[in-house]
């Protein structure tokens, strides 16, 4: 099934499965409360979808407000051929998003100065479902409720200065996520699927799942070693060679940009860019 969190003419967001005909609601207030119910909540929605009526002119947000959001870095083999200088890891390599970063479909990405140097990034995400601790790789993936995609706006100039990840990955609206979440007996395998982005109707990356160093269950392995994922916790995957810090020119996003970030089987994350000064 396929998950997106919606609203009508302003009202309050509520949770919406889309099927043929439309989204439909499910009963649902937050995507968390449904991840939280498990089976029971997944078999409501299902029964949702084959007797409710679809909503009229939906609004689309983000699926799903995260309690902690761990992205990957370095985690594909091509980043050795746009920095020659990169050095491939050995072991999993992340760093955080704060929510307060996370906005959804539509919405601005709003860059806070001028000087800014903004990158954008693809990334493949799972939505954690279960409480995770010390997980084998074996059974990592049984802790997946579902994937979506984020985008990993980036501040070079702040990211890099220093050694500032955190500042540089969290200004305000550099968390794009969506625009659905896409259950795990739903997407199928994840290692078929191609993650790209497209700047103003250029594409800029497009990468096989399968160039990944690290799989998805291996990153759960690593990260849940040493912190706890709670159910909505978000973990990315990685971003393929391509972002706009590492060509030449170096390509950086500017006001009256669009930027889309797409997975297959989960669909197209579009956001404007604007002035945030």
Known sequence: MRFVRYSVNRMAIRVGVR???????????????????????????????QSGEPVA???????????KILCSG???????DENPDAKMPEEPFFFSKLPSAVVGPGSPILIPTEQTLADYEVELAMVIGRRA????????????????????????????????????????????????????????DWSTLSVSSTLNGETM???????????????????TALITLEPGDVVTTGTPAGVGTFRDPPVYLKPGDTITVSVDRIGDL????AAGW
Request: glycine content about 8%; hydrophobic content about 40%; overall charge negative.
């Open 205 to 223: 990356q497009s990468a096989p799942t399968s160039e990944m160093l690290f799989s998805p269950a291996r990153l759960l392995v690593f990260l």
């Open 270 to 273: 579009t956001n404007p860019v």
């Open 19 to 49: 099927t043929d005909a439309g989204i439909v609601d499910t009963g649902f207030i937050e995507m968390r409360d449904l991840i939280e119910a498990g089976d029971a909540g997944l078999e409501r929605a299902r029964g949702a979808a």
């Open 133 to 188: 601790k010390r997980l084998s790789e074996e059974y990592a993936l049984d802790h997946v409720w579902g994937w979506t995609v984020l985008n990993d706006v980036s501040a070079r100039d702040v990211q890099f200065k220093d050694l500032q990840i955190t500042l540089g990955k969290n200004p305000d609206t550099f968390a794009p996520l969506g625009p659905e979440i896409v259950t795990m007996d739903e997407l199928g």
């Open 57 to 67: 002119n939906p609004s689309i947000f983000q699926p799903i407000l995260p309690g």
């Open 74 to 80: 370095i985690n594909y083999a091509s980043h050795k």
